[in-house]
């Protein structure tokens, strides 16, 4: 009897043995499915935190655009790219963590988002931002993967022309400009950036065309003008609230990624240059009013700048500048090295010096070069200051006055002032200043190379995606720093 019940109660529990083996592939902490949102959110983090880093091992253009210079270690403002290879860590961050977390979003929303409207909108959002990101491959590389980038069936994709491709990002975008739809509603709190607003987005997009159609002026005039006048006509960015901000708070792990570098690793690598100092001193006793927002005061209570490249074990970084923010240098009214400091995808003072350029090249946008000059700087003084109030003033200055600063065209002039407001967006401003070749870069001492018009194919992409890499190699005049890209044409 016994030996009955012991096998009565082993074929009772077999099918719950069996049920139980089912479970045994099933990763809880590796979903096969996650929530589209969360996809959105992810990728929106990873694309904000790569265009924002200061990271000598991701995005160096702070130093490339002498900003900043570095108090020890040199090889990243002497553009060697190669020690690091940063060009492989961005290559990552933009394919990887970005735009393949964007494209996964979109799958995810077909199922997951039942609403029409929602799903329409949050799609239009998603690619506005895929075409965001690639804007910063193709300026960045040139030719690269694009028409089977995220295609999981093409582990070796091949690399399209970057101005086929550029123009094809032209065609998405005025797409999704016509599918959002400010009476339904999208992501919600999952977008970080407008809190899923249709109407936002629009804007944004607009601004982004608008960017987009100046970057290719020099190269295609007309495509250029058409692609600026559309974005106008349907509206850009007017207002400093209208700026694309991604708000980072004030613990760990989404904090600032320029506090993580600079503050809460407890380093000094950077200080501010001189040349970039003395451009925010453009008269005497004159200062811009934004010079103790970009910069702290030296030990001894003054603002000094660093000559570019003259580190290595040279610099005592307390004798210099260092990037404001109170929880570097106490006191400092800064905001730069704030945990909470917000990252910046697109602004209202870009905008402003996007159509003073289009007014000049001829464009019809409305208004005159000077005013819209004068926007720019004005927004700018007032996002970081807090106030327009010190604009007015500043904007007397003799090397300030549209009529009268610097740059021997009205363009240089306009290049100027843009590359003031693009602080801390080192990336925009290098490419602004290839186009616009102003003001003029000297390489440091002991360079690696010229003055650095594009970044080198990722390693890995030399050694794994062999073919295409030679190709598209060949294809854009060699894989150097030297080479130009199809839109850089002066």
Not at 145 to 153: F, G, R, V
Not at 249 to 255: K, L, S, Y
Not at 430 to 457: C, E, G, K, Q
Request: proline share 6%; charged share 15%; with cysteine.
């Amino acid at each position: 009897m016994k030996k009955i019940a012991l096998i009565f109660v082993l074929v009772s529990i077999l099918p719950a043995c069996t049920k139980d083996l089912t479970k045994l592939n099933v990763d809880p902490k590796n979903p096969s499915v996650v929530p589209s949102y969360s996809l959105f959110t992810n990728a929106e983090r990873v694309l904000t935190n790569t265009v924002t880093s200061s990271s000598v091992n991701l995005n160096i253009f702070r130093l490339i655009e002498q900003q900043f210079t570095e108090t020890t270690y040199l090889n990243e403002t002497q553009y060697q790219l190669t020690f690091r290879n940063q060009p492989d860590a961005m290559w990552t961050a933009l394919y990887s963590g970005a735009l393949g977390n964007f494209q996964q979003a979109k799958t995810f929303m077909a199922k997951d988002v039942t609403d029409p409207g929602k799903q329409k909108n949050a799609t239009a959002i998603t690619d506005i931002l895929q075409v965001y990101t690639y804007y910063y491959l193709i300026t960045t590389f040139g030719n690269v993967p694009y028409s089977e980038a995220l295609d999981i069936n093409q582990p070796f994709p091949k690399y399209d022309d970057a101005k086929t491709a550029y123009y094809d990002l032209l065609t998405r975008l005025d797409a999704d400009i016509a599918a959002l739809d400010a009476g339904s509603g999208s992501l919600g709190s999952a977008d970080v950036i407008y809190n899923g607003d249709p109407a936002s987005w629009k804007k944004f997009a607009n601004t982004l065309k608008l960017k987009m159609g100046i970057t290719i002026s020099d190269f295609d005039n007309t495509k250029a003008k058409a692609t600026v006048e559309s974005a106008v006509t349907s509206g850009v960015f007017t207002s400093n609230s209208d700026n694309a901000l991604f708000q980072y708070v004030a613990t760990p792990p989404n904090t600032n990624p320029v506090w993580v570098d600079l503050v809460q690793s407890q380093r000094h690598d950077f200080v501010g240059t001189s040349q970039f100092i003395t451009l925010l001193n453009p008269g005497t006793p004159a200062q811009d009013p934004r010079l103790p927002y970009y910069f702290a005061q030296n030990s001894q209570g003054v603002y000094v700048g660093a000559s570019n490249g003259s580190g290595s074990g040279g610099i005592v970084y307390s004798q210099y500048s260092l990037p404001s923010g109170p929880l570097i240098t106490p006191g400092s009214i800064g905001k730069v090295t704030n945990p909470d400091f917000p990252g910046l995808l697109l602004d209202y003072a870009e905008t402003e010096f996007n159509l003073a350029e289009a007014v000049q090249r001829g464009y019809s946008v409305g208004g005159t070069v000077q005013s819209h000059y004068n926007a720019g700087v004005t927004a700018s003084i007032a996002y970081w200051t807090g106030s327009a109030t010190a604009a007015a003033a500043y904007l007397l200055l003799p090397n300030v006055a549209f009529a009268t600063a610097p740059g021997a065209t009205p363009l240089q002039k306009i290049a100027g002032q843009e590359y003031l407001a693009l602080y801390n967006r080192g990336w925009d401003a290098w490419i602004v200043n290839r186009r616009l070749d102003y003001p003029a870069l000297v390489p440091p001492p002991n360079a690696f190379s010229a003055f650095p018009v594009r970044f080198t194919y990722p390693i890995s992409e030399q050694n794994v995606n062999v073919v295409n890499y030679n190709q598209a190699a060949t294809a854009i005049g060699g894989d150097l720093v030297t080479t130009k890209l199809f839109f850089d044409v002066f």
